[in-house]
Nanobody
Framework: QVKLVESGGGVVQPGGSLRLSCAAS????????MTWVRQAPGKALEWVST????????AYEDSVKGRFTISRDNAKNTLYLQMNSLKFDDTARYYC??????????RGQGTQVTVSS
């Protein structure tokens, strides 16, 4: 069974950091491009970041460039998103997904990130 399970969300103050993880199972993780997307209440789903199957080529949405870092550990079948300098606008439910940007075929249940003072 193909499964993606996110963790690491929480409540953080502006300027703080969080590291999200996504544990993958049921498919060959190391051969798939992986992506993080997010959705804030009342807003459309938004692409955040994508990484190549070997982890060497990341891509970021403009608003998170320089603050977020996507990475993966193919030996552990795990995708990560290190989020620094968090802003109120980063508040959303974050999902990991298999695929390129918004052209993904599966995603997890998500983890909530709330930036609040």
């Amino acid at each position: 069974q193909v499964k993606l399970v996110e963790s690491g969300g929480g409540v953080v103050q502006p300027g703080g950091s969080l590291r999200l993880s996504c544990a993958a199972s049921g498919f060959t993780f190391s051969t798939n491009v992986m992506t993080w997307v997010r959705q804030a209440p009342g807003k459309a789903l938004e692409w955040v970041s994508t990484v190549s199957s070997d982890g060497r080529i990341p891509a970021y949405e403009d608003s998170v460039k320089g603050r977020f870092t996507i990475s993966r550990d193919n030996a552990k079948n795990t995708l990560y998103l290190q989020m620094n300098s968090l802003k109120f606008d980063d508040t959303a439910r974050y999902y990991c997904a298999r695929g390129y940007k918004l052209a993904y075929d599966i995603r997890g249940q998500g983890t909530q990130v709330t930036v609040s003072s």
